[in-house]
């Protein structure tokens, strides 16, 4: 059936969609609606988006303008999930960004260190493009022991919280107008906890509208507590506003960060890679599973359509998003499975019915979109910028609590406790390498090369 045109889903049945063997291609505004509420919460969170200015900036020395175009080009990419038939708001590999920088820090600044991460982005494409296509993808991650996956998380878990508190960080360092313990900082992260995690809050976060937007609002509360705080505190300069689109400076953007400009990484990149690219691909999957369980729940909830989650469709999606970004915009994050809370909370208010959401791709495609262009809007940007640095601190430090307490949940006995332990902390002294090789030999070892363990 068809309502002017457009196809309509019918009860009980999957959003309309061109079949395209492993893709289920739906084309914008017309095998989906746009929706306003997912759409505001795009345009207000693309502050959660930006972010990533910071890392991008330390990791590969990228001017704000660059950086802000990279972010723009890879929320454009989150696009070809929804338009492919992936029912998910993708996102970065976010406990895999104190790996990248800390694996960057072993180059030079300059075109060293963006040829070390264009062979490390492409590594991570093949991986997913292959697991995906084979369907190896679920049973690679299988094979893991969990003292091994619990050692990836450990390890970068110290990484993110001593990136913002150890002593090369910079955040913790005193200048003219701002101590040394930065208190919009503190603030920022203390509200985003107590929304996030406290057991405190959890009763009342839907006890009102007021309370039910600050816990959907996920980073973006503790930014705002942060940028006020700062403001007053004069730690943080007061937005200059501009108006108009943000610059998109394409040609500084190609020639000293694309292979178009500086070439091909040398073999060398690759496999200093290589061991870096296996971590991300393992922290990832585990975000994979995450999405399949909340798509799930919505599903019991809204029996009038069937949502398609594929993983090996997936795995191709976020390897193509990788592949292009290694070539066009080398992002330092790296394209991942799951943003968290875009997905979480389109999945509530899915569940509310279909007169709120006709369909889940509305929901997500509306975000997605959304939050891309909104990435262009210069007084958004410009208002944002001074609190890049918190935003980059709140992050890290999230990653770490969240890092943390996974990897203390996966892990059960103390043989598995002990070496996840070990692992993480040579991860972070030493490199990617050297903590999975000791991983993997103490889970041998300790636990007499018992192979049922990897199942």
């Not at 950086?67 to 989150?78: K, W």
């Amino acid at each position: 059936m068809a309502k002017f045109g457009r196809p309509v889903r019918k009860d009980g049945e999957e959003q309309p969609h061109i079949p395209a063997g492993l893709f289920k291609i739906r084309i914008p505004f017309w095998h989906w609606k746009w929706s306003w509420p997912e759409g505001i919460q795009g345009f207000a969170l693309v502050a959660v988006a930006l972010a990533a200015v910071g890392f991008i900036q330390e990791g590969i020395g990228a001017s704000h303008e660059v950086a802000v175009l990279m972010v723009f080009i890879f929320s454009m990419l989150y696009m070809l999930h929804p338009t492919l038939g992936d029912s998910v708001f993708p996102g970065w590999i976010t406990a895999g960004i104190p790996l990248v920088i800390l694996h960057l820090s072993n180059f030079n600044m300059g075109a060293d260190r963006v040829h070390a991460l264009i062979a490390l982005q492409l590594l991570v494409a093949l991986l997913f493009v292959v697991l995906g296509l084979t369907g190896l993808a679920k049973k690679i991650n299988t094979l893991v022991p969990v003292s091994v996956r619990g050692g990836i998380l450990v390890g970068a878990a110290i990484a993110a919280v001593m990136r913002v508190v150890g002593p090369s960080s910079e955040l913790f360092v005193a200048t003219e107008t701002r101590p040394a313990i930065p208190i919009s900082g503190i603030v920022g992260i203390l509200v985003c906890v107590v929304v996030l995690y406290s057991l405190k809050f959890a009763p009342f976060k839907n006890k009102n509208l007021f309370t039910r937007l600050i816990s959907k609002s996920g980073m973006l509360a503790g930014l705002i507590a942060a940028m006020i705080v700062g403001v007053i505190t004069r730690e943080l300069p007061v937005p200059a506003i501009q108006w108009g689109i943000s610059p998109m400076p394409f040609r500084e953007l190609f020639e000293n960060f694309t292979v178009f400009g500086i070439g091909f990484p040398g073999f060398n990149h690759f496999f200093a890679a290589i061991p870096v690219a296996v971590l991300l691909y393992l922290i990832a999957f585990g975000e994979i599973v995450v999405t399949e369980t909340v798509i799930k729940e919505a599903g019991e909830v809204r029996k009038d359509e069937v949502v398609d989650y594929n993983v090996n469709r997936t795995n191709v999606i976020i390897g193509l998003r990788n592949l292009i970004l290694a070539f066009v915009s080398p992002y330092v994050p790296m394209a991942g499975p799951n943003w968290v809370g875009g997905t979480v909370s389109t999945a509530e208010r899915y569940k509310q019915g279909r007169k709120g959401m006709d369909s889940f791709h509305d929901g997500i495609s509306s975000f997605i979109l959304a939050m891309a262009v909104a990435a262009l809007a210069l007084p958004l940007v410009t208002l944002l910028q001074p609190v890049f640095p918190i935003a980059m601190l709140i992050t890290m430090l999230l990653t770490g609590f969240a890092c943390g307490y996974v990897a203390m949940n996966m892990v059960k006995t103390r043989e598995d406790q002990g070496i996840a332990i070990i692992m993480g902390v040579v991860i972070f002294a030493q490199n990617a390498a050297i903590g999975l090789a000791t991983g993997v030999v103490l889970h041998l070892v300790v636990n007499n090369w018992r192979m049922r363990y990897y199942k």
